[in-house]
């Protein structure tokens, strides 16, 4: 079982940066997507950010703000928050899905907090 583990949350004043990093433990295979999403106090959990075979995909609104990239060699996926606003306020989880040998997969990691201040 592969282990997704997030860093990079904290506190920011409103425009400032952040950038998020999710590290998998090993080597995933047949990955379909890789993303990132968040949740609000009290709100649902909503999608943030993806990246495919076709390409990268945000949230309208975070796009010109975010984003996501990763790096094979390190196993690692990223997320670089700019311009951020209170309403980015959440926690942040990562996401990679897809299927190997015949198994579906779908991993999540435990979540950064980012907290942006006014």
């Known amino acids: 079982q592969v282990q997704l583990v997030e860093s990079g949350g904290g506190l920011v004043q409103v425009g400032g940066s952040l950038t998020l990093s999710c590290a998998a433990s090993?080597?995933?295979?047949?990955?379909?997507?890789m993303g990132w999403y968040r949740q609000a106090p009290g709100k649902e959990r909503e999608w943030v950010a993806r990246?495919?075979?076709?390409?990268?995909n945000y949230t309208d609104s975070v796009k010109g703000r975010f984003t996501i990239s990763g790096d094979n060699a390190k196993n690692t996926l990223y997320l670089q928050m700019k311009s951020l606003k209170p309403e980015d306020t959440a926690v942040y989880y990562c996401?990679?899905?897809?299927?190997?040998?015949?198994?579906?997969?779908?991993?999540w990691g435990q979540g950064t907090q980012v907290t942006v201040s006014s």
């Open positions: 996401n990679q899905n897809g299927k190997w040998l015949r198994r579906e997969y779908d991993y």
């Open positions: 090993g080597r995933i295979f047949g990955i379909t997507t």
């Open positions: 990246i495919t075979s076709v390409g990268t």
